[in-house]
C-alpha cells in the first residue's frame, strides 16, 4: 500500500491551496492520519492531526489557517490551508499512524509561498 499525496503548487501569500493524500489499498489498525512538513535545512514537524474518533490538533503556527481532514471510506486525509504565509513554504507529507505496526508516509509534495 502507497500513500499518494497531491495539491501542491506555487503560490502568493493570502492564498488556499488544499492538498490531498490517498492509500493505494486498505490499511488496518489506523491510530491517526496527519501532515507534516519540512522546511530545508529543518527538522520535520507535525502540522496536523486527525485521530479515529475525529479529535483534530494543529500546531500553534497554523491553528485557525489550516483544516485537517478525512474520508475513511477512501482512506484519504487533506488539508485545507487558507491564508498562506512564506513560512509554510516547505515539502508537506501525509502519515497515517497505526495501532503497534509500521507508519506509512506519503512521497511529500512541494508548497511554496511567495511574500
Known amino acids: 500500500v502507497q500513500l499518494q499525496a497531491s495539491g501542491g503548487g506555487l503560490v502568493q501569500a493570502g492564498e488556499s491551496l488544499r492538498l490531498s493524500c490517498a492509500a493505494s489499498g486498505r490499511i488496518s489498525n489506523i491510530r491517526s492520519m496527519a501532515w507534516y512538513r519540512q522546511a530545508p535545512g529543518q527538522e520535520r514537524e507535525l502540522v496536523a492531526r486527525?485521530?479515529?474518533?475525529?479529535?483534530?490538533n494543529y500546531a500553534d503556527s497554523v491553528e485557525g489557517r489550516f483544516t485537517i481532514s478525512r474520508d475513511i471510506r477512501k482512506t484519504a486525509v487533506y488539508l485545507q490551508m487558507n491564508s498562506l504565509k512564506p513560512e509554510d513554504t516547505a515539502v508537506y507529507y501525509c502519515?497515517?499512524?497505526?495501532?503497534?505496526?509500521?507508519?506509512?508516509w506519503g512521497q511529500g509534495t512541494q508548497v511554496t509561498v511567495s511574500s
Open positions: 486527525i485521530i479515529v474518533s475525529g479529535a483534530t
Open positions: 502519515n497515517v499512524a497505526r495501532l503497534s505496526l509500521p507508519n506509512y
